[in-house]
């Protein structure tokens, strides 16, 4: 694969530890590194010398289908757990059939001019049912509480964003102690390892809570939590309230002590006096997909502990690491003074913020965007959302749904220019979903043929517009989304993917071939009503709007979808459309789409 055609585009990475900082960067930098290398990778190395406090101090790990947020707690460790189908509420259809007989008045009062009027029909009128979505959730926590840490000495926590290891190393008197946790994809479990250089020094209690906890039971050398999503006290108007349970889920993990002894209570595993132990944890949730929720998790768990349960530690982090370093190692950029690296991260952090140039630290972020999708998006899981796949509230912001305006694209602009193309599976399998439930919403909503999507999408693939016009009735997110199954085709050549996804660009295509039509003062060709994301505008009484036809976001999007569905009819060896799709395609690709003036 090409590392080549560098852009200046970063991730998103806010809400998760810093924000990047990174823009172009000559590509004369970065170097394409063998994936087997064993050299440490001082470039790629968060530190810390305290534990973290607040969520966003602790180091994510994840393998795409599971995530967690290490703290480094010192008595007590917390290991914050998320599964990425794991969300609230369940099977749902959004579409409003009603919504249709909307459409010509609200495309006419724009026309009209009578913006506020417009976004008022559209507001009462023409929304999902009902107007919000749903969340991704916590599964819980694993508590370890440890014996014996009240005075501790050379204390350092680190996250190796090349191996995808977290560590935890102190001093207690003449005993050192490590911890090693990291979440392997092939084996798709977390090991989390505890040891001491003095024998029979480790002494653990390990627990799982959750907020959607029904039954936690200990047995020896297992833990077992079973929960289901049940609708909470909690409440805000971007999350859909719905009653009743939803999916099902199972967290179990073994424990594997090296001496001492192990005692099961009856929530918590205890190991006292052992010289090391490995807990292995996996979480599975009932989610086969958007439709049905019948999967069987501790079935799934039971299956993926039978595989692993007599794996060596040794062999668990070998099999990790060579995946994960085979992603994360093919990049390495150098910038600045690497000796900056043997300085605590927050430390150098807090030196940029107070005027202290950093070149360095702008490289470590860089590094920390391939990390984030290495370890939120592998093919198998969900889609890299909001916050990746680490979350730890209920009421999450925004329900750390798919924002598809802008944060879900950002998510995976790396995957192509950074080299980590096939992290972006689980999002052309989101894709691929949406296209087939966008069909409904293009008739129920516009009355026309293809697919739509509008600003937000959650794992029960909503496609109808959602919250509010100034945010939502926005119905271009297929034409954007479908950029990516574009640039994966042009990095890779692919072709077998291009005759894959062939159908998704026709059917985001084909729905703005017949929703578009010409503005009757200055026959433009625009789409009858959107928005360009999340901005608004003063009309020409000077009253804020949102709505017009064809937003300034749209003259760089529509055309941008066709010229790629075209090419793609090309490359797959198709011929050429004829008669009127072909013109209206062509159309639509070469002519100048239109832009009310002053609208952005």
Not at 251 to 256: I, N, Y
Not at 316 to 332: C, I, N, S, T
Request: a neutral charge; proline letters at 5%; one cysteine or more.
């Amino acid at each position: 694969m090409k590392i080549s055609n560098w852009s200046n585009r970063i991730p998103n990475l806010k809400r998760i530890l810093f924000k990047a900082v990174l823009v172009g960067c000559a590509f004369s930098f970065v170097q394409a590194m063998h994936a087997g290398t064993e050299t440490k990778s001082r470039d790629m190395m968060l530190w810390y010398r305290q534990p973290g406090v607040k969520w966003l101090d602790a180091m994510p790990i994840g393998d795409g289908y599971m995530g967690a947020m290490v703290f480094g707690g010192i008595q007590q460790e917390r290991i914050a757990l998320n599964e990425s189908s794991f969300w609230s509420g369940r099977p749902h259809d959004y579409n409003d059939t009603n919504a249709i007989n909307y459409f010509p008045q609200i495309r006419d009062l724009v026309f009209a001019g009578k913006f506020q009027e417009a976004e008022k029909m559209a507001d009462d009128h023409f929304w999902g049912i009902p107007k919000g979505q749903q969340a991704y959730e916590p599964v819980g926590d694993l508590l370890l509480k440890f014996d014996g840490a009240d005075k501790v000495e050379d204390y350092r926590r680190e996250l190796d964003m090349e191996t995808g290891v977290a560590k935890v190393s102190y001093r207690v008197g003449n005993a050192t102690f490590t911890r090693e946790v990291f979440m392997s994809y092939p084996d798709r479990v977390m090991a989390v390892r505890i040891s001491g250089d003095k024998p029979g020094r480790v002494s653990v209690q390990a627990q799982l809570k959750g907020p959607y906890l029904d039954t936690a039971t200990a047995k020896p050398g297992k833990l077992v939590m079973d929960g289901s999503w049940k609708k909470g006290g909690e409440t805000n108007w971007l999350i859909a309230p719905v009653e009743g349970r939803g999916l099902k889920f199972e967290t179990a993990m073994l424990a594997q002590p090296e001496g001492g002894s192990s005692e099961a209570t009856n929530d918590s595993l205890n190991i006292q006096g052992a010289d090391a132990v490995t807990f292995i944890l996996t979480t599975a949730t009932s989610y086969i997909n958007y439709t049905n929720i019948s999967a069987d998790p501790a079935a799934i768990c039971g299956k993926i502990l039978s595989h692993v349960k007599k794996k060596s530690y040794a062999a668990l982090r070998r099999d990790h690491e060579k995946d994960f370093r085979g992603l994360m190692g093919r990049v390495h950029l150098n910038v600045g003074d690497i000796a900056m690296n043997d300085k605590p991260t927050d430390e150098r952090l807090a030196a940029v913020r107070a005027g202290t140039p950093d070149p360095n630290l702008e490289a470590l972020v860089f590094q920390f965007g391939r990390y984030i999708l290495a370890s939120s998006s592998r093919a198998g899981g969900q889609a890299a959302n909001l916050q990746g796949i680490w979350n730890e509230a209920v009421i999450p912001n925004w329900g750390s749904k798919y924002t598809i305006n802008i944060n879900t694209e950002m998510n995976y602009w790396p995957a192509e220019v950074c080299n980590l193309s096939e992290c972006a599976q689980p999002l052309f399998d989101m894709i691929k979903d949406i296209s087939v439930n966008g069909q409904e919403a293009a008739k129920d909503y516009y009355g026309v043929n293809g697919w739509v999507t509008h600003h937000n999408i959650d794992l029960w693939r909503g496609t109808a517009p959602v919250d509010a016009a100034r945010f939502g009735m926005w119905p271009v997110g297929g034409a954007w989304l479908c950029q990516h199954v574009w640039e994966h085709y042009a990095f890779t050549g692919d072709k077998e993917f291009l005759k894959e996804y062939y159908p998704v660009l026709k059917g985001a295509a084909q729905f703005l071939l017949e929703v578009m039509v010409e503005e009757p003062k200055h026959h433009w060709l625009v789409t009858p009503f959107s928005m360009s994301p999340e901005h608004g505008y003063l009309d020409s009484d000077g009253k804020m709007s949102y709505l017009s036809s064809s937003p300034g976001h749209h003259p760089r999007t529509v055309p941008a979808l066709h010229r790629s569905k075209q090419v793609a009819q090309c490359g797959r060896g198709f011929p050429r459309e004829t008669g009127n799709g072909a013109d209206e395609n062509s159309a639509i690709s070469n002519r100048p789409v239109g832009l009310r003036a002053g609208m952005d």
